[in-house]
């Protein structure tokens, strides 16, 4: 088993639609969390750090499940500026070697 | 946006030939990260760095040395470049999180296009 999986899609919506990604790991004790967002030959870049407590910022919503062990991202309103691929990110407790899931392709249209 | 400088960001070699990138921080932030992309693979961790003369193996190293005399730079060495190492290299950097127990965000550079023929 893969210590970060995510879907790989590609999750095709309208414009405005409500887009939600889920990403698993597989080490419980894992510390850090994070989405990032990866735009077409680019350099990933920080969308949100993941807080226990769930975190919101502006249309998008990171919530963090410790017993089920996932992280989620959640996208209201999409935009067509939204289209990239968004990577999760986790860190372990005293470690310095983060995981990196393969993405979550979105691609909103039209 | 994080001083984080990647050179080359392009470059064309041929078959057996040494090449050397190059990653460069201006946040003396202490770790740093050399990864490889590919289609189908994600990114995948070559060698970090948790400090000065301080590296180690990530999951795809063979093939690959790393440097890191000075805390704001971190060189990556193909020392006879084969097809299979064409990728888009990404170097990143990081520094402990507020709770001091795990990493914080990584910050990374704008890549590196390798193609060897």
């Known amino acids: 088993r893969k210590e970060v999986e995510q879907d790989p899609g590609p999750f095709n919506v309208p414009e405005g639609a409500t887009v939600a990604f889920n990403c698993t790991y597989s080490n419980s004790a894992s510390q850090s969390f994070f989405w990032y967002r990866q735009d077409c030959r680019k350099e990933p870049k920080l969308l949100m750090s993941?807080?226990?407590s769930g975190n919101e910022d502006g249309r998008f919503t990171a919530q963090l499940n410790r017993a089920s062990q996932y992280i989620s991202l959640l996208i209201r309103d999409s935009k067509l500026s939204d289209s990239a691929t968004y990577l999760c990110v986790v860190s372990p407790q005293g470690g310095y070697i983060p995981t990196f899931g393969r993405g979550t392709s979105l691609i909103v249209h039209p | 946006d994080a001083g984080i400088t990647q050179s080359p960001r392009h470059k064309v070699t041929e078959t057996g030939t040494p090449v050397t990138l190059r990653c460069h921080q201006t946040?003396?932030?202490?770790?740093m990260y050399w990864y490889r992309q590919d289609p189908g693979h994600g990114l995948r961790l070559i060698h970090y760095?948790?400090?000065?003369?301080?590296?180690d193996k990530g999951e795809v190293s063979d093939g690959y040395s790393v440097s890191r005399s000075k805390t704001e730079d971190f060189l990556l060495t193909l020392e006879s470049a084969t097809s299979s190492q064409t990728s888009v290299y990404f170097c990143?950097?990081?520094?402990?999180?507020?709770?001091?127990?795990?990493?914080?965000?990584?910050?990374f550079g704008e890549g590196s296009r390798l193609t060897v023929l």
């Open positions: 760095s948790y400090g000065v003369k301080d590296t």
């Open positions: 990143a950097i990081s520094e402990n999180a507020p709770s001091g127990r795990a990493i914080g965000e990584l910050f």
């Open positions: 946040e003396n932030h202490r770790y």
């Open positions: 993941v807080y226990s």
